[in-house]
């Protein structure tokens, strides 16, 4: 099958909005627009990496030819090794981001078992002066190192 009757195909037998898309897609190519044009508008409206890597594959055998099963075989075989690869990283970085929420959880502990253990060593910190200027010092401190172990355990692939 040519590339239009496929993208028809799919608008038929996939669901919404997968099948909406491919419609429109459809619907252009019956009109006469340029394929090129019609796949490009296309990624952009979907903003979507995979779909990015499949309007270069379709672009490119348009342009030269070629096999398309070969090509399209090629791209579903990056797209779940991308995939695959997103999963294992996301399991590697689960223990980095378990130990980031318990080193922040720490300080709120200790707190609490020392406002119940002796009181008087936490009222310091709630009168004017040096111990309200060190509590806030501490909770900004405190506020950018969370957030920069928790920015460093996103990985993105």
Known sequence: LNIGRVVKLVSMEARPPISE????????????????KVLVEAADRIDLEEFRFLVVALVLQIENGGVLGEILANLSGIVRKRLELGLKMKAMSAEARMSAIVISALPF?????????N???????TKPGSGQT???????????????MLKATKIKV
């Open 119 to 125: 009181p008087s060593h936490l009222s310091e910190f």
């Open 134 to 148: 060190l509590l806030k010092i501490g909770l900004t401190l405190f506020s950018i190192g969370t957030f920069l």
């Open 21 to 36: 898309e491919y419609l429109i897609i459809s619907q252009k190519f019956d009109l006469g627009v340029e394929p090129e």
């Open 109 to 117: 502990v200790f707190a609490g078992i020392m406002a119940l253990v």
